[in-house]
């Protein structure tokens, strides 16, 4: 089931608990928890709805402008399927989140090892678990299809390839491309895999950016912006001001830098020593 970034965050934030969907058979089951950019994000009920019925606590609940609008988005693709009414909430983070960050004992690296080594034997095209974590080692936040390419494959298989690393909490993925986890490091370490992000200086320190998509990601990072912190140093004016900022992308800045609890700087033209006085 696909969703857009700022329903997953408006999910998260508790403003959405229900989407709608044409579907010509129910494609998810109550109780199914689904892995997203935000965390966790369960189905709580699926039931099939006729449009006329919808009302506009049930748009606002979508996350609709409005009915009308709740209704021509459903009605622009698929229009002959039949609607499901979806009921969604957040289920907390990620349990990848905590595990990329265990980092394993000789026994449990061992045991890592051995699952790759059987994902290496059942591949028709050869050994790849370790060529894929080295190569994400030396080039993280590469676009995926430029290391499919480095790496011989097509995109897509490349893609489902990681997926399998991710599950066992040996890699992250990020806006852009991916980055190994350091337990995906400690498995290549104990093995002794020459590794390029070895010698890599550690990151600056402070908290990272959250998810805001690609376009964002780039702008910033192209900023010299990498941390929160960083971001508080500039106002939100000159922070939507850069191309690929839209209003998501604020909009879960903004919310980072809250829980935080840091805030973008004053933009001298609102605050209110820039305000003339009329005395």
Partial sequence: ??????????????????????????RVKPGTRMRTAVGLVE??????????????????????ASLTAL?????????????YRIGLKYAGADPRQALREAVPDAAETETIAAWLDRLDRA???????????????????TRAPELAERMGRDTPSFKQNVRKLKERGLTESLDIGYRLSPRGAAVLDHEGHP??????????????????????????????????EQVAELSAAEVQALHGVGPYAL????????????????DPATSPSATPSTT
């Fill in 251 to 266: 909009r879960h800045l903004r919310a980072a830098l809250d829980e935080a609890g840091l805030a973008f700087r004053a």
């Fill in 195 to 228: 590794r390029a992000g070895r010698d890599r200086p550690e990151p600056e320190p402070g908290i990272p950016l959250p998810h805001l998509g690609a376009a964002a990601t780039r702008a910033l990072t192209a900023r010299g912006v990498t941390r929160l």
């Fill in 123 to 141: 591949s028709p095209t050869g050994p790849w678990t370790r060529a894929t974590l080295l190569l994400i080692d030396e080039l993280p936040a």
């Fill in 71 to 83: 209704r021509q988005g459903l009605d622009r693709l698929h229009a002959d399927r039949p609607v």
């Fill in 43 to 64: 189905i709580t009920s699926v039931d099939r709805v006729p449009v006329r019925t919808l009302t506009a606590a049930d748009a606002r609940r979508a996350g609709a």
């Fill in 1 to 26: 089931m696909q969703m857009r970034p700022a329903e997953l965050a408006a999910i998260r934030a508790g403003d959405i608990d229900l989407a709608f969907r044409r579907w010509e058979r129910p």
